[in-house]
């Protein structure tokens, strides 16, 4: 699907405010109402708008702490590397997961409580995961440019 410069806008707009009316998207891109909506709808069945949601604020959730942990796991077979991302998928504390390259296999970002509670967490449970070989935790001191939305209308050089 070619998205244009109105598409654009219009993803720009979402990103910053889910919850902006069909009504204020229109005016604020200047295109009237019908072919806002229809546009929107076309990006959400082209599966370029995945959902809606919130930002929130993990600290006042009581989430005091966020770490990103590399692991590396024993076998490369696909089936041991499934064993674990189903794990992984079923951990509330883990908000994403990445299969990486270079010298560790996964990228776990994890919230916790507190320091220890995440030692908890990472003894009890990350350690016992299916196929670790190695986890190296490194904790965020201060979050500089938290992830807000995508570059759109971008051309990177």
Same mark, same amino acid.
């Given at each position: 699907?070619?998205?244009? $410069?109105? #598409?654009? &806008? ?5 990103? @910053? ?7 204020? !998207?229109?005016?604020? /891109? ?7 909506? $229809? %546009?929107?709808? $076309? ?5 370029? /708008? ?8 993990? %600290? ?13 796991? #024993? ?6 590397? &499934?064993?674990?991302?189903? &794990? ?10 990445? *299969? ?12 916790? @409580?507190?320091? #220890?509670?995440?030692?908890?967490? *990472? ?17 965020? !001191? ?16």
């Amino acid at each position: 699907m070619k998205i244009d $410069r109105v #598409d654009e &806008k219009i993803l720009k707009v979402l990103q @910053q405010d889910s919850r902006t009316t069909n009504l204020q !998207l229109s005016e604020h /891109i200047g295109v009237s109402a019908s072919p806002c909506w $229809r %546009r929107v709808k $076309r990006l959400e069945d082209e599966k370029i /708008i995945k959902g809606y949601g919130v930002l929130l604020d993990r %600290r006042k959730l009581g989430l005091g702490v966020m770490v990103f942990i590399r692991v590396s796991i #024993d076998s490369h077979s696909e089936a041991e590397a &499934k064993k674990f991302e189903e &794990k992984v998928l079923e951990l509330e504390n883990v908000v994403a997961c990445y *299969s990486i390259g270079g010298d560790a296999d996964f990228l776990l970002q994890v919230v916790s @409580q507190d320091l #220890d509670t995440y030692a908890d967490f *990472s003894m009890s449970t990350i350690r016992r995961l299916p196929g670790i070989k190695e986890m190296q935790s490194m904790f965020i !001191l201060k979050e500089i440019k938290p992830f807000k939305g995508f570059p759109i209308g971008k051309t990177f050089n």
